[in-house]
């Protein structure tokens, strides 16, 4: 990379939206790209490379607290601030009755979806200046039958991005929440295994859309 190209980090980036957000972000930004799966994070890095672009991957979970303050502190070290975040890593819990719902996959919901979400906003808007983009994904279930699991974390999550958006109005760096179109992802079709996925966006397509409406590329 240049000493003038943009830096991207892409939190969840090994599949999905985020994988499909890392390679478009690839052609503008190198991008520093997160997620738990090696695999896949090489996958990516094989299609970023084809196209061009350059990568810095980094297996690691989320919920690592240190894990997480050590990637931050050796991008400032190495880049120093960054440009854009896309915080697109999530759990969802098996779909269940609300009073069924287990500790274990409870527990990891709130840990994913809540307690990262605060970590990373403290530890990444340290690396953030005010012309830097936060990017987050609005999927509200909250509310809807079988989904207290996920529709409860990911409305928490939502409800913290959005007092930083508030918080940012006159300042920076720019918080923007985007809706994506429904999306033939893995998690989808856990939650509905019986839809006609011909009918879903592509994550590729959705990508592009939510960069451009963002103003991103």
């Known amino acids: 990379m240049t000493d ?14 985020g994988a499909a957000l890392a390679l478009e972000l ?4 190198h991008v520093v790209a997160v997620a738990r799966t090696t695999g896949a994070l090489e996958e990516l890095d094989d299609k970023i490379k084809a196209a061009g672009g350059a990568a810095t991957l980094a297996p690691m979970d989320i919920t690592n607290k240190d894990a997480m303050a050590h990637l931050c502190r050796s991008i400032h070290d190495r880049w120093g601030p960054i440009d854009v ?6 759990y969802g819990p098996a779909l269940m009755p609300t ?7 409870w527990t990891q919901a709130l840990n994913t979806n809540v307690e990262a979400t605060r970590n990373l906003i403290f530890m990444v808007n340290a690396l953030m200046t005010d012309d830097s983009t936060a990017l987050f994904f609005a999927d509200d279930h909250a509310g809807q039958k079988f989904f207290a699991g996920y529709g409860a974390t990911k409305a928490a999550q939502m409800a913290l991005v959005r007092s930083w958006a508030a ?5 920076g760096p720019r918080i923007v929440i ?4 429904p999306l033939a992802t893995t998690m989808r079709t ?4 019986g839809e006609d996925r011909s009918k879903l966006a592509a994550a590729e397509d959705e990508a592009r859309r939510i960069l451009s409406d963002a103003e991103l590329t």
Do not use: C, M
């Open 26 to 29: 690839s052609k503008t930004h």
């Open 4 to 17: 003038t190209q943009k830096i991207a980090l892409v939190t969840g980036a090994s599949r999905g939206l």
């Open 167 to 171: 918080e940012n109005t006159k300042l």
């Open 85 to 90: 975040w896309a915080h697109t890593a999530i």
């Open 190 to 193: 856990r939650f509905f295994p």
């Open 99 to 105: 009073p069924d719902l287990d500790d274990k996959g």
């Open 178 to 181: 985007a809706e994506p179109e």
